[in-house]
C-alpha cells in the first residue's frame, strides 16, 4: 500500500490558511498527490492533484518539494464549513485505486 | 464534474437478511468501480475492485461470499452483504475513476444491522 504520513489533527482559525503537510517518502516517478477531504457522514470529495509542479484551482493549492517527498496543501481562507478530515494519497492516474492513510482532521475555528 | 450516485443513503436491516447497495455512474462510463468500507472514526478501506463484464477483486481478508459485487453495465456497480450481521454495520463508500479527473466517491450508504 502507497503510504503516507500526516498530522492526527490541526486547528485553524476561521479566515486564516490552512496548511496541511503530508509526507509521501515512497513516491514513484510516475505517481501523482492526490488529496481528497471528507466531511463526517459523506463521500471523499476531491480536492486537488499534482505530479511535480504546483497546483491551484478554485479550493486549493498544492504545494509539492522539489524531490517530491513531502507536499502542502493550502486553503487560503479557511471557512467553518472546510471542516473535515484530509486525505493526502499517491498514486498512478492508471492505478486501479486508491489507498486511504488516517488523513488530518481540521478544525476551523470561529 | 462526473458524479457517483450511491443509494440509499441509509439502511437499517435485521441479522441476517441481505442487503443491497447501489452505485451509478451519471453521464459517464465507469469499467471499474471500487468500494470502500469505513468503521467509526477509522479511514477508508478497499474491500474490492467491481470490473464492468467480470468477476470482481477483493482485498486480501473480504469474503467474496459475503460481499456479493455486481458490475452487469458501465454505469451500474451493486455491493449486496448477505446474511449481515451487527459486526457489518459500518459506511460503505463506492468510487469510480474518471479519466483526465481522477476518482469520484459516492455519497455513502450507512448500514445499522440489527
Known amino acids: 500500500d502507497a503510504k503516507t504520513t500526516q498530522p492526527t489533527s490541526m486547528d485553524c482559525a476561521e479566515g486564516r490558511a490552512a496548511n496541511l503537510p503530508c509526507n509521501h517518502s515512497t513516491i514513484s516517478g510516475n505517481e501523482y498527490v492526490y488529496w481528497y477531504r471528507q466531511i463526517h457522514s459523506q463521500g471523499p470529495q476531491y480536492i486537488i492533484h499534482g505530479l511535480k509542479n504546483n497546483e491551484t484551482n478554485e479550493m486549493a493549492s498544492l504545494i509539492i518539494t522539489e524531490d517530491r517527498k513531502s507536499s502542502t496543501l493550502i486553503l487560503p481562507h479557511a471557512t467553518l464549513r472546510d471542516t473535515a478530515v484530509y486525505y493526502c494519497i499517491h498514486g498512478r492516474t492508471g492505478a486501479n485505486n486508491l489507498f486511504f492513510g488516517t488523513g488530518t482532521r481540521l478544525t476551523v475555528i470561529p | 464534474g462526473a458524479v457517483v450516485s450511491q443509494h440509499p443513503s441509509r439502511v437499517i436491516c435485521k441479522s441476517g437478511t441481505s442487503v443491497k447497495i447501489e452505485c451509478r455512474s451519471l453521464?459517464?462510463?465507469?469499467?471499474?468501480m471500487f468500494w470502500y468500507r469505513q468503521f467509526p472514526k477509522q479511514s477508508l478501506m478497499l474491500m474490492a475492485t467491481?470490473?464492468?463484464?467480470?468477476?470482481?477483486t477483493y482485498e486480501q481478508g473480504v469474503e467474496k461470499d459475503k460481499f456479493l459485487i455486481n458490475h452487469a453495465s458501465l454505469t451500474l456497480s451493486t455491493l449486496t452483504v448477505t446474511s449481515a450481521h451487527p459486526e457489518d454495520s459500518s459506511f460503505y463508500i463506492c468510487s469510480a475513476r474518471v479519466w483526465g479527473e481522477g476518482y469520484t466517491f459516492g455519497s455513502g450508504t450507512r448500514l445499522t444491522v440489527v
Open positions: 467491481s470490473n464492468e463484464g467480470s468477476k470482481a
Open positions: 453521464d459517464f462510463q465507469a469499467t471499474t
